[in-house]
């Protein structure tokens, strides 16, 4: 049987495996707030794409912006610079299981989510996460972690749940922007 295997470091370079292609999970909310969570900031210093299309998408309440659905893109807007550390090809998907601005997660909703993941890609894919936040709200690790073992794991995907590093957030973000090039800002001109 497999495991989900949980590493040490930033999800969003996807640094873990072999595989060629990944796709990174960031659970969100049905409102368009991008927050701050760790994950959003590592996506928005790699990238900024996922964030603007996680809000058009939001704003103008597209159908898979509903609890329980996904919403998929690749990590850089097409003929954006890559950053070098990143060196496979990768797609985030856009989780909707967080129930408003308080963000209360939904266990049921990410369930759903997980199984459209993997009915919809590629068991050549790794999945790269960070750890849920799973005290808020009173939500339970345990119960989570089932549900990516089998809506995930047990259908054949590589699975790597990211821990952040014991330095704060801030500083592998200001390490992780001093070792690449100026971060590409993509601009909405609506």
């Known amino acids: ?33 991008w927050s701050g969570t ?19 998408l939001t704003r103008y309440r597209s159908p898979d912006c509903l609890l329980g659905k996904i919403s998929a893109c690749n990590l850089y807007r097409s003929g954006q610079t890559r950053d070098p550390m990143i060196t496979k090809f990768v797609h ?44 808020v709200a009173g939500n339970s690790w345990d119960i989570i972690e089932n549900i990516i073992q089998d809506a995930l794991v047990d259908t054949g995907f590589t699975v790597y749940v990211y821990d952040r590093p014991k330095d704060s957030f801030k500083d592998f973000q200001d390490r992780l922007e001093g070792e690449s090039n100026e971060p590409y800002h993509f601009t909405n001109s609506e």
């Open 1 to 33: 049987m497999n495991k989900i295997n949980y590493v040490v470091g930033n999800a969003a370079l996807c640094t873990e495996g072999d595989e060629k292609t990944g796709l990174i999970l960031h659970v969100v909310d049905n409102t368009g707030a």
């Open 38 to 56: 760790e994950i959003a900031s590592a996506l928005d210093a790699v990238s900024c794409y996922p964030r603007y299309i996680y809000r058009r």
């Open 92 to 135: 985030v998907a856009h989780l909707f299981a967080r129930d408003g601005v308080h963000h209360s997660f939904r266990y049921g909703y990410f369930h759903q989510a997980l199984e459209i993941v993997s009915r919809r890609y590629s068991r050549s894919y790794a999945i790269h996460m960070p750890r849920i936040k799973y005290g």
